[in-house]
């Protein structure tokens, strides 16, 4: 990765995959992590790799949500902790959402690691450890949260989540925000807000959005009424079906 100079055309797909292949060796990210990776990157190409303007109108909404919450919560798993671990922090402290390790291929060691690495990154207090609580109707491991974390919250934003887990929270009665580049998957299907756009790209923004949304004093109720998620999926699946693959 070092020798590949910044003007080749694929520099940031494979900076990204740079990052989850040293996820793996430094015991963050699953070696599933990788599958994962390469799914969203065939997404991705074929959105073009950039934020589309549906994407962006919903990472305005999940900032209204996350700003507007009682106790708002950003789960992270073992991509989000390798692709963005510097973004994630900045969001959780400009919305003032709690950081919580969640993982589907849960170990205490992997939690530990990743708790450790959003420490590193600036985070104050990274929950996940405790597990303390059970999301209902989940029968594996992801099931485990903190009661002070997770299960206690009214926002949720679950990035890259499988559809199970993000199914049995909003049968809990949460806001469920998801970013996610395949709007057909089953976790954005069941999203209050779908955030259909990498995650690299993803958080940064809802960061600039909420920061945006707290200066101009804007209305939030205002900003999320009206949004209708089905339309956001149905957008970005269409612009993947025109996709070029010539990019
Ligand atoms: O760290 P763990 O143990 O919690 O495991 C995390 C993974 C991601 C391995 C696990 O949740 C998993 O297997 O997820 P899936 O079922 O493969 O789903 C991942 C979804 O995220 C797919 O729909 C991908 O298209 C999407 N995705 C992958 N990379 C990105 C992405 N979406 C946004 N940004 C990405 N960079």
Redo the contacts with the bound molecule.
Sequence with gaps: MEELPESHPRYESLR?RHRIEAGVEAGL??P??L???G??EA?DYLLGEQTTPSADTAERVAAAHLLDADDAVVSV???VAA?VPDAVVELADTTGAALEVN????SRERIETIAEHLSEHGADEVKGLTADARIPGLDHERAKVDADGIYAADVVLV????GDRAAALGEMGKTELV????PL?RSAAVAAVPIVD???RALPNVTAHARDLRETGADLEAVVAGFDPAATRTAAEKRIRQGSLDG
């Excluded at 993982?103 to 849960?106: I, T």
């Excluded at 970013?179 to 395949?182: A, E, G, I, T």
């Design positions: 990204q990210t699953s599933q992590g599958v994962a990776q799914r969203g997404f798993n073992g991509n692709l993982l589907f291929n849960r990035p890259l989540e499988d970013v996610d580049l395949n998957s990498n995650v690299v």
